[in-house]
């Protein structure tokens, strides 16, 4: 199994050109948490336009230069409804730390940490 840092590096590519792609959405977005999975990246936007956002951006596919594509496919949700799933401890939030959160200038990731009764 892949380190994380190796799997980190090679699913940089893809987040940093999806990144390009939402970056005049940025305003609105609170939170960016990655999910990755083999064959698709899941990423989690929260805003208050989740939804807006989602439809806009659905699935995006991005292909590396000699190599694989793979797709980004996006998931909206508000902060409300992220604390929510947090609380009740549902897969992927089940652990906010092992979440990897690549945009939280609000920090609403220590904001999850303490809805969890403490648990990290």
Excluded at 36 to 51: F, L, R
Aim: zero cysteines.
């Amino acid at each position: 199994f892949p380190s994380h840092d190796m799997y980190h590096q090679e699913l940089h590519y893809y987040l940093t050109k999806f990144y390009w792609k939402i970056e005049d959405y940025l305003d609105q977005i609170q939170t960016i948490i990655v999910i990755p999975n083999t064959e698709e990246i899941k990423v989690i936007i929260v805003s208050d336009k989740a939804k807006e956002i989602e439809k806009k951006l659905g699935s995006t596919i991005i292909k590396k230069p000699n190599d694989k594509s793979k797709t980004i496919k996006i998931q909206g949700i508000t902060k409300n409804e992220l604390i929510k799933l947090v609380k009740e401890g549902k897969e992927p939030f089940s652990s906010v730390g092992d979440l990897q959160v690549i945009y939280d200038p609000e920090n609403v990731t220590e904001e999850l940490k303490k809805q969890k009764g403490g648990k990290q």
